[in-house]
């Protein structure tokens, strides 16, 4: 297993392909509460662990010469009802991570632009939770909160309340086997 460990305080984003050999390239995301005491609950909708992750356009498949010879994933307008439901909601104790396995699979992910861009057999990677100019994007969560802990009012806000941070998820690039 090949991985690639990214750790702004207090979340650490890990990239690793579980299995290099199986048929359909797949990804594992795993977020993990770097703090020895503070439990951190977070939204996980844009976030590594979204399983809308490819669709949202958080994963960035490219060419490892030339970034800008990507994979243009189809622009989604995604209506999710308020508030969030229960499971979208996620609290870390301490040290705990949890993952979500992303499988680049037809129609989402082209599978012949992905072998066209594959160089040695390997693709470039990039997990990013954030858009450039937006101060409402990135990772919602709540530091030293439960779950049971954050507030109706501060889950309906998305972010934008006094108790709530974002974090910009920005990974470093991973070389995943296609």
């Known amino acids: 297993m090949s991985s690639l460990d990214v750790s702004p305080n207090p979340l650490s984003l890990l990239v690793t392909q579980p299995d290099p050999t199986a048929s359909r390239p797949t990804l594992r995301l795993t977020l993990r509460n770097t703090s020895p005491s503070v439990p951190i609950t977070l939204l996980t909708w844009s976030s590594p662990l979204d399983p809308l992750a490819i669709q949202l356009g958080l994963i960035q498949i ?3 010469s030339n970034p800008s010879n990507k994979i243009d994933f189809p622009e989604f307008m995604i209506k999710r009802a308020m508030p969030p439901p229960e499971d979208a909601l996620v609290t870390l104790s301490p040290g705990e991570a949890r ?3 992303v499988v680049m ?3 989402i992910v082209d599978g012949e632009k992905l072998k066209e ?3 040695e057999g390997r693709v470039r ?3 990013v939770c954030w858009k450039e100019g937006d101060e409402n994007s990135g ?3 709540w530091a030293g909160k439960k779950r049971e802990e954050v507030s109706d009012e501060e889950i309906e806000l998305l972010g ?3 108790e709530a941070e974002r ?3 920005e990974s470093e690039v991973f070389a995943m086997k296609v």
Do not use: C, D, N, Y
């Open 62 to 64: 490219s060419s490892p």
């Open 117 to 119: 861009l594959a160089e």
């Open 105 to 107: 699979r037809e129609p």
């Open 160 to 162: 934008r309340g006094k």
């Open 139 to 141: 990772v919602v969560f």
């Open 167 to 169: 974090w910009r998820v």
């Open 125 to 127: 990677v990039r997990v």
């Open 99 to 101: 993952s979500q396995e």
